[in-house]
């Protein structure tokens, strides 16, 4: 298409209403221009020959595949003018510059088909599986040997990425400070909670407080996956900060970060659009998902809680075993004599000095429970705990929007109606004219507020229909769990078997004949 300059300039103040509306129809959501592809079509509304579009399209000046609002108006009246009979000239335009006429284009709203939807799969849909997710990164969290300050002692933790293939020192306190910005900068999404500092109740022995310390490092570490894992916390500045930063203070650098950047409303290019995005229902869809989540959370709850009676389970086998062993060998190496009228005097001295042996066994055997209950711990019951971070990390979620930004437009809401009524208080009656302009201010400034809060509370609504996708993405770790489970059960069964199998000709040897014990054909 040919670009020519405009022969008149129109002034968007002097344009019909009906312009104004055909262009709030059409324009692009993303942009304030309507693309060509969307001013071809509504040219096909009018019901002109080929010619004479292609006359109009000519005059009209086009950029980068785009109208502006000036050259939708101006394309408004050569369409007007063209379906009076008249030639679809700019000339023209300058006799009727005062009183533009009139397209027959239909009702405004009913053009608003012809606009092209914005990929809502591409912005609202969440695209990444769970491996995709998983491999995104991965963060180890050990702790390192206990420093000592002046006063009191601290847990210090050594960070690495696979990521970023580097090794960080960091304190609880750093987490904490971490944990804070990024719930402030991602105020609308899943921001996993961390562990306690310390522990609530009472004074701790040394064994329990190297248990909660554990605790506590792995609550660390599945914190830290599940953020560095997150399909736009991962690509946010703060969390490489976190992850890479070497420098003395942490902190201040997470918190200039943090004060660079501003929340994520701020910076998402797409945060006051959103509501173009949502679909009608999703009001409804949030109620159903967030019902369906929590029965899974309560699921889930519950599979961790018996996962973790089976650990321990485990151990306390491991514990049973070596202390039944020791005990044979206790037996074996008790050196009294036997009465004499004992008929089986002959054979206890033979057999307790084999007893004693018989420990090594059970002593393997120890360990291959105490194997089984780590493995149960390490794969199947933090796998559980991961995902439980994640689904009360939703819950958060959802009672953060509820109280936080829906309850602030609704006061906001009721602050406004008040200055409204006061307003008109001092219509009725005379009031002083400052006093009435302070009070008009303030009603803008509110109704600017308002304004604001609508936009976040849409906003909010597109973020949780995005974290309520992560975490449909997350459930297939079901199938990671329960693979963890059934290998733990078969290697540990298979080890155990075979202790079993090599112990069971001994007993046989031992006690003569089989007493009891089957022996394999």
């Not at 609308?188 to 407080?209: F, Q």
């Not at 660079?260 to 409804?284: C, S, V, W």
């Not at 990390?393 to 959802?398: A, E, F, N, T, V």
């Not at 006061?411 to 009070?439: D, F, I, N, W």
Request: net charge neutral; proline share 4%.
């Amino acid at each position: 298409m040919t670009v020519r300059a405009m022969a008149v300039e129109i002034h968007e103040g002097s344009v019909p209403a009906y312009y104004r509306e055909v262009y709030e129809a059409i324009h692009s959501r993303t942009h304030e221009k309507v693309q060509l592809e969307v001013f071809h079509r509504l040219l096909q509304k009018t019901e002109l020959s080929k010619p004479v579009i292609g006359q109009i399209v000519e005059h009209v000046e086009c950029t980068d595949g785009y109208l502006n609002k000036l050259a939708l108006y101006k394309a408004l009246a050569l369409i007007a003018l063209a379906q009076q009979g008249k030639q679809p000239s700019p000339k023209l335009l300058e006799n009727c510059i005062l009183e533009l006429p009139k397209p027959h284009l239909g009702e405004p709203r009913d053009l608003s088909s012809l606009r092209m939807q914005p990929a809502q799969e591409d912005e609202l849909t969440l695209s990444q599986n769970l491996d995709q997710l998983l491999s995104r990164d991965t963060v180890q969290v050990e702790l390192i040997p206990e420093k000592k300050g002046l006063f009191l002692k601290h847990v210090e933790y050594q960070v690495t990425s696979q990521r970023y293939k580097i090794s960080v020192y960091r304190r609880y306190s750093d987490f904490d400070v971490f944990h804070e910005v990024l719930l402030q900068r991602f105020a609308y999404r899943v921001v996993p909670a961390l562990p306690p500092k310390r522990m609530l109740k009472g004074v701790l022995t040394s064994i329990s407080e190297r248990d909660f310390i554990e605790g506590r490092r792995r609550a660390l570490g599945r914190f830290i996956n599940l953020v560095a894992r997150h399909p736009f916390f991962s690509e946010d500045e703060l969390v490489k900060t976190f992850l890479t930063f070497s420098g003395t203070d942490v902190q201040t650098k997470l918190r200039d970060t943090y004060k660079k950047a501003g929340d994520e409303f701020m910076t998402n290019r797409i945060a006051t659009l959103a509501k173009e995005y949502l679909p009608a229902d999703i009001q409804a869809q949030f109620s159903t998902s967030r019902e369906l989540i929590r029965n899974i959370h309560n699921s889930f709850f519950k599979l961790r809680d018996r996962a973790e009676k089976m650990a321990e389970r485990s151990k306390e086998n491991a514990t049973d075993l070596l202390l039944f062993g020791k005990e044979l060998s206790n037996l074996g190496s008790d050196s009294s004599t036997i009465p004499c009228f004992a008929s089986s005097q002959s054979s206890w001295g033979a057999l307790r000095q084999s007893l004693k042996s018989l420990s090594v066994e059970f002593a393997v055997l120890s360990d291959k429970a105490a194997q089984q209950g780590r493995r149960e711990e390490d794969d199947v019951v933090e796998r559980l705990n991961l995902f439980l971070d994640l689904l009360q990390s939703y819950k958060d979620l959802c009672e953060r929007h509820e109280k936080g930004v829906l309850h602030e437009h609704q006061r906001a809401l009721h602050k406004y109606g008040m200055m409204k009524r006061q307003m008109m208080s001092a219509t009725v009656q005379p009031k002083e004219q400052a006093s009435v302009e302070q009070l008009e201010s303030r009603i803008v400034q509110q109704e600017n507020a308002i304004q604001t809060m609508e936009l976040r509370n849409y906003f909010s609504l597109f973020c949780l229909h995005q974290e309520t996708q992560l975490i449909f993405s997350y459930l297939p770790i079901t199938s990671h769990i329960l693979g963890a489970f059934v290998n733990s059960q078969v290697q540990g069964h298979r080890e155990m078997g075979e202790v079993w199998t090599e112990l069971q000709p001994k007993l046989g040897c031992l006690f003569g004949r089989n007493n009891g014990v089957k022996l394999p054909v």
